[in-house]
């Protein structure tokens, strides 16, 4: 198994611009999630899924899409990118009813000029 | 807002030393996860620990949980160089589960050769 793979791993963006952040997983769980990561802090949960078709929001959605349409997929659109959108995206996948372990993909490094 | 805070921010220990990292949170939980993040990488899983348990291992890692004070601890014993990182608490509230796990900004842990 792959586990939880992201694409890009870097992008630079001008303010303005959209882009769509990739994530896939092929553990076939049921659950993902997208956190940012800022210097000196945590992760952040921007919005997440419970399944194919089900998305909410987490802590801060603002600025972000997301859509489901298969179990493996879960990209994260940027509408227009801000400067505060500067941050290292991280995906996760957890399987509904395991012992509650997320899996994260390696991150996308995102700058917006 | 963060619900996890690590103490202390940064923690320097010679190899063979132990390092204990600390977490406090504010609100009932299912359940506390620790997570450890090498640099430029994604979060690896370490241990989980629910609310109705004390003391947990897991080879050289203890994690201990006391709900009465809303605090948790990581120790770990016999310290090796490949042990730096940065560690993260992440709790699953008890309203809403690990989907949305809240994590707190981390102890950078740097054991010296």
């Known amino acids: 198994n792959a586990g939880v793979t992201q694409t890009p791993k870097f992008q630079v963006l001008k303010t303005g611009q959209s882009m769509t952040l990739q994530c896939a997983q092929d553990?076939?769980?049921?659950?993902m999630s997208w956190y940012r990561q800022d210097p000196g802090m945590g992760l952040r949960l921007i919005h997440y899924?419970?399944?194919?078709?089900?998305?909410d929001q987490g802590e801060v959605p603002n600025g972000y899409n997301v859509s489901r349409s298969t179990t493996e997929d879960f990209p994260l659109r940027l509408l227009s990118a801000a400067p505060s959108q500067t941050s290292v995206y991280f995906c996760?996948?957890?399987?509904?009813?395991?012992?509650?372990?997320?899996?994260f993909g390696p991150g996308t490094r995102l700058t917006v000029l | 807002s963060q619900q996890g805070e690590e103490d202390p921010q940064a923690l320097s220990i010679q190899e063979g030393e132990n390092a204990t990292m600390n977490c406090s949170y504010k609100?009932?939980?299912?359940?506390l996860q620790w997570y450890r993040q090498n640099s430029g990488r994604g979060l690896v899983h370490l241990i989980l620990?629910?609310?109705?348990?004390r003391e947990k291992h897991s080879g050289r890692l203890r994690v201990t949980l006391d709900t009465s004070k809303k605090s948790s601890s990581l120790l770990i014993t016999a310290s090796r160089a490949a042990d730096t990182a940065s560690y993260f608490c992440?709790?699953?509230?008890?309203?809403?589960?690990?989907?949305?796990?809240?994590f707190g900004k981390g102890t950078k842990l740097t054991v010296n050769p």
């Open positions: 899924s419970v399944g194919a078709g089900i998305t």
């Open positions: 553990m076939n769980h049921e659950y």
């Open positions: 609100t009932s939980i299912n359940n």
């Open positions: 996760a996948s957890r399987l509904q009813g395991s012992t509650d372990t997320q899996y």
């Open positions: 620990i629910r609310s109705n348990e």
């Open positions: 992440a709790t699953a509230p008890s309203q809403g589960g690990s989907e949305k796990l809240v």
